[in-house]
């Protein structure tokens, strides 16, 4: 017997009954959860849902435990100041993350990569990147569709002319702006993808 992905609505209630269990139905969440926030908070979860990979219950969960994650942190930071906020609402930024820094200057890896001499072509590809990331940002609020972002990149050059070094930057710069979870990069020779 074959069971079928969950539908977006049946994990819309997936995610809706994971906040009542953990809360005793007590957590609000800012817009409602059939508002925007919820909205795009599950288009995210369900990205890729109509792929055989797609981890149905997975990923809902994931965006689950990344917003308690994030509301525990934001109560941690604001009572060591002495403030209180109200413990059973949820708001965007613990829902969706904050809003992504308006430039790539909140990178260290990207003032590395500006420090290095040249690779004007790849600074540019680099940025472009980033950039989509804030767009795709402004998309969301707005209700629109995000942009894909094809991460992917193969660097190319002669030895020494810092293929390695700026994909491990380019690596960690991703995982800065959020597009990959870990800015780890796996560098592999062209022995590496032959076929034994």
Request: proline letters at 5%; one cysteine or more.
């Amino acid at each position: 017997m074959k069971l079928p992905n969950y539908t977006k609505e049946e994990l819309q209630a997936v995610f809706q009954g994971l906040m009542r269990r953990w809360f005793n139905k007590k957590m609000e969440v800012e817009g409602g959860y059939d508002g925007h926030i919820m909205k795009i908070l599950m288009r995210r979860a369900t990205q890729g849902i109509n792929e055989k990979t797609f981890g149905n219950i997975w990923p809902v969960r994931k965006a689950f435990l990344e917003a308690c994650r994030r509301q525990v942190e934001r109560f941690r930071l604001a009572r060591k100041d002495g403030n209180y906020f109200e413990d059973f609402k949820m708001t965007k930024e613990d829902l969706l993350g904050n809003k992504p820094s308006l430039g790539p200057d909140k990178s260290p890896a990207w003032k590395e990569l500006q420090e290095l001499v040249g690779l004007d072509g790849v600074k540019e590809s680099i940025l472009s990147v980033v950039n989509q990331v804030n767009q795709n940002y402004i998309r969301e609020m707005r209700g629109d569709e995000p942009l894909n972002i094809s991460p992917n990149r193969v660097f190319l050059g002669a030895p020494g002319t810092g293929k390695t070094t700026v994909a491990r930057l380019y690596g960690r710069i991703l995982a800065d702006f959020g597009i990959l979870s870990k800015g780890e990069v796996i560098v592999k020779t062209p022995t590496d993808l032959l076929d034994r």
